[in-house]
């Protein structure tokens, strides 16, 4: 299959096209900027440009038959984004991306979504994909407001989706150009041996899960044509805290934290039931939380080691 990949330049986009190519599909990126870990693989198409740009867009689609959109310029937290600069960017970006894909005939979409921000404060014993939706978030809004949309263009023309609702991947590359990724967080202030900001007292409780098992869900559905929406998620929660303490332990390097106020946008407990994802795509987190740091921390290290290198 020909796949397009909207932000493929990024941290969860550079796994997947590594595992869509593995998978022996073909890969096209759009992204307006370059990968920042690696050099540029020759076995994928590159091409730049904003979603925002209608004809850079209309060129990225043609004869493509799988669009996956990873692209957002917010995150829950984005400092100084305006709520009408999200809606601009990401939603109506998105919009003009769906009727793109109409006119080139590509029939299907796979967007990443999101399990921790469109869910807000848990009301129900289980977190899964019909738990009410109350983001508390304009990245939250935008994000269900975007899931909306590409149920409409399903409903008039038959576009077959994919909606992954992902709670906190990590792993190696994700060393943001937002401020997201806890565990990238902490394992980058080890490494610098600077304390790391935590909003709130750290007894917020989240799921993890490792960014290659992430990828592998994508594939797995595309292959399958499974069509729907499918949270994603370690399946178990942890305390900020003691992901802190874990992080401590297999660095061998405890780390200082700087507990500051809460934020209004992260709810207290977040852990996504992941078993649809499982009844349907046969899918179940695969790395175990330890083994996955333990990838994360090997990887910052050598790119420090490189870096200290090529400054020499
Ligand atoms: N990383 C997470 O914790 C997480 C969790 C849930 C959902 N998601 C969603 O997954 C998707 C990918 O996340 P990521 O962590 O890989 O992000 P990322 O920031 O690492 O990658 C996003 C890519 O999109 C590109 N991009 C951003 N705005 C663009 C624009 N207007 N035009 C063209 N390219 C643009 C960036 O250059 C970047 O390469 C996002 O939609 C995000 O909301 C991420």
Redesign the pocket.
Known sequence: MRFCV????????SHLTDALLQAGHEVRV????P?RHRQPSPAIERTY????DVVALRNAVVGIDVVV?????S?PATPGIEPAEDVT??LV?TLRLLEMMREARCRRIIF??????IYGDQVRPSIDESHPTDPLSS?GIV?LATEKYIQLFHRLHGLEFTIF??????GER?L???R??LISAALAATLRAEPLPIWGDGTVIRDFFYVGDLAEAIVTAVERGASGIFNLGGGQGIAVNDVISLVGRITGRPLRVHYGPARPVDPHSNVLDVRHAEAVLGWRPRTPLDAGIERTWNWLRAEARAASTDRA
Request: proline content about 4%.
């Open positions: 909207l932000g493929g330049n990024g941290f969860i986009g759009f992204d307006r900027s990968e440009g904003d979603l925002r959109h990873l692209i957002s310029s995150a960017g990401n970006g990443l979504s999101s399990g921790g921000a990245y994000k609702r992902p709670s906190n991947p990590y994700q943001g150009r937002q997201v990724g």
